[in-house]
């Protein structure tokens, strides 16, 4: 078999794909961006085209234009920043920057071994030594991760444990008045508690940093201001705000007058799926398995919160 037959097609096609979106988003930023980041982008281009041209001859796969999903998202990058501008370009760069990184290696672990492995390591070093170079070279990483964390963290905290909430309180009560107030509740409590936990959390690691930091000063050593890591007060206050972000998505339809928690269900579900397609693409993370991990996390919660609930009602005797 050559290497040629033994190709996974749906590797390659996705590949080429990406750089083609890759080196299109680079297009379209371009026209957006000035000065130093419009230099970025000037030098980012070429690159990218050659790895596009190198990735269509390498699989024998000739693709003209994006599919109807890679489109979309291409539309949505540009879109956001065309609203929020530079930050949101830089931000984009970075996410593309570590996206790429896992996609490449995962091509590595496919291809490397093969008889064109030193043409597939060429142009990795190409992506990792000069693009990736390009990216980080005149500004600060923009994306960080402790802050990615903490807001996912909270969001994704509140829209779980409020809808849960939501859910149990309709089985067992019944009344949209006693939810509301109950589920408004918890979600005040469960942001105060999650913002307690990220600042002792917080506070712990930077007592332990700074020690170990004090350490290599007095042995001399070299300590950069970037070890310094995340405020404690503002990790909790991005997790506590978050958290009451996430819990007044399902709290919503109830003060509108949902009698059931099925409007709440469909509102969290649509904004985590949001959330989760946000957050994986600045991150670098597999999109489709966060989505899918998290809409099952909120049915696994919905349905055995209701079940707690019928429970509370018919075996406790809870009044209606």
Not at 107 to 117: D, E, H, K, L, Q
Request: proline letters at 3%.
């Amino acid at each position: 078999m050559t290497e040629r037959e033994a190709i996974d097609q749906g590797l390659a096609r996705r590949l080429v794909l990406d750089e083609l979106f890759d080196l299109t988003l680079y297009r379209s930023l371009r026209a957006l961006a000035t000065g130093e980041l419009g230099a970025i982008l000037d030098r980012l281009i070429p690159i990218e085209a050659r790895h596009f041209a190198f990735w269509q001859d390498y699989f024998g796969l000739r693709v003209e234009r994006l599919d109807v999903a890679r489109w979309l998202k291409l539309q949505l990058i540009v879109l956001a920043c065309r609203l929020f501008g530079t930050s949101a370009i830089h931000l984009v760069l970075e996410a593309i920057e570590v996206y790429g990184v896992r996609k490449y290696l995962k091509v590595w672990s496919t291809y490397g071994a093969g008889p064109r492995g030193a043409a597939v390591r060429s142009i990795l070093e190409d992506e990792f030594e000069h693009e990736d170079a390009v990216v980080t070279s005149t500004a600060e990483p923009r994306l960080n991760p402790e802050r990615v964390r903490n807001i996912f963290l909270g969001l994704n905290d509140g829209l779980v444990e409020i809808l849960g909430a939501v859910s149990g309180f309709f089985a067992a009560l019944g009344s949209s008045t006693t939810v509301l107030m109950a589920a408004t509740t918890v979600a005040v409590a469960g942001a105060l508690s999650m913002a307690a936990g990220a600042w002792v959390a917080v506070d712990s690691e930077s007592e332990i940093r700074a020690t170990e930091m004090g350490r290599r000063r007095f042995l001399g050593q070299d300590v950069s201001a970037d070890e310094a890591g995340e405020s404690p007060m503002r990790s909790a206050v991005v997790v506590g705000v978050s958290y009451l972000t996430g819990a007044v998505v399902p709290v919503l339809p109830v003060l509108a007058g949902a009698t059931t928690a099925l409007p709440s269900a469909l509102t969290a579900g649509s904004l985590i799926i949001i959330v989760s397609m946000v957050l994986a693409f600045l991150s670098g993370m597999e999109m489709k398995r966060r989505v899918v991990a998290n809409l099952v996390t909120i049915a696994a919660a919905v349905g055995i919160t209701f079940a707690i609930g019928l429970i509370a009602n018919r075996v406790w005797g809870v009044p209606v």
